[in-house]
């Protein structure tokens, strides 16, 4: 493949630059995750890429070839829709509650991968919390499939299912910047359409993108802006939740804008032992679920199929939220 060719198009300035076809897309990204770019093209191409901005095919031709070197999981048994959280910010500044939406629905015994990396690099991440919980990362895809069939509830490292985006999002402690991998790790789907994606982003134009493409692929996701990149609803203040289905759209919930009445009982800090004794403490019902956190909630039983209606998924939550206290 002649890498030179692709990097001359792409790399003449966002005024200037060239895009590439799906195809395109899809061949050069196919060769990126398989390491067969050298590091000085791999390095100019993701440069340069972030400097010119992805189009929506050039995603759609990137997820695509991951895609095809994603290792799947299959879906359990039943009706319900398997959720799909990937989890790839972790926490710096307030607790990282993406632990505790994985944990609520499996008390509904909704099935639920979550997936991302172990090292925050600084941010408490989800696996941090789960190990103070008890829940322990999984060491291959056939312990993952065990798990996920015997309990309801998996952590799988991205290194089980994409070890070539895991590579991917390792550029960025080299080249100091984000790239592609960065938004395609919250667009996979380890079940190959069968999930329902839960996935944020904190960017409006990533949150647009990401919208386009789940559109194109009539993906079924629930889309937010996330909590610094995590996707659980602000407990502070409820953001808009999107549901994409079969290529619609439909808004769950807007966005709150007034001012507080009151502040919720959240963790003092946002380290792993705190962050996961407030939510032992919330599973008991000892201190009650944010409720922008339980409106989420809602929305993940009526999108995985668990209610036949949106406002019975409220309702469930409301009456039936298995001990939980709903402030």
Wanted: proline share 6%; hydrophobic share 40%.
């Amino acid at each position: 493949m002649n890498y030179a060719h692709f990097i001359r198009e792409i790399a003449r300035g966002s005024e200037s630059a060239r895009d590439m076809s799906l195809e395109e897309a899809q061949q050069l990204y196919g060769a990126m995750l398989d390491g067969g770019v050298p590091d000085l093209e791999l390095g100019a191409i993701a440069i340069a890429l972030r400097v010119k901005g992805e189009t929506i095919n050039e995603m759609i031709g990137f997820l695509g070839a991951a895609n095809e070197r994603l290792y799947p999981l299959l879906r359990p048994q039943g009706r319900l829709r398997p959720i799909v959280i990937p989890t790839y910010n972790g926490a710096r500044k307030a607790a990282n509650l993406t632990p505790l939406l994985a944990l609520l629905l499996r008390r509904f015994a909704v099935p639920v991968v979550v997936h991302g990396q172990i090292e925050g690099f600084g941010r408490v991440t989800t696996a941090q919390i789960f190990r103070e919980l008890g829940l322990m990362p999984s060491t291959s895809r056939l312990q993952a499939q065990e798990t996920l069939d015997n309990g309801g509830l998996v952590y799988v490292p991205l290194t089980i299912i994409s070890p070539g985006l895991n590579n991917q999002l390792a550029l960025r402690s080299r080249l100091g910047l984000r790239n592609s991998a960065h938004s395609l790790v919250k667009m996979l789907d380890p079940f190959k359409g069968e999930g329902l994606l839960l996935t944020a982003a904190t960017h409006p134009d990533y949150l647009d993108t990401m919208r386009e493409v789940f559109s194109a692929l009539g993906t079924h996701a629930l889309l937010l802006r996330g909590t610094e990149g995590e996707p659980f609803a602000n407990p502070k203040r409820r953001p808009r939740i999107e549901y994409l289905h079969d290529g619609a759209i439909d808004i769950l919930f807007e966005a709150e804008h007034d001012s507080l009445k009151r502040l919720p009982n959240l963790p003092e800090t946002c380290d792993a032992k705190t962050t996961a004794g407030w939510m032992r403490r919330v599973l008991s019902g000892e201190v009650a679920l944010p409720p922008p956190i339980a409106n989420q909630l809602a929305c993940c039983l009526y999108a995985s199929g668990y209610a036949d209606d949106f406002n019975q998924a409220k309702a469930i939550v409301a009456v039936d939220g298995s001990g939980l206290a709903v402030g």
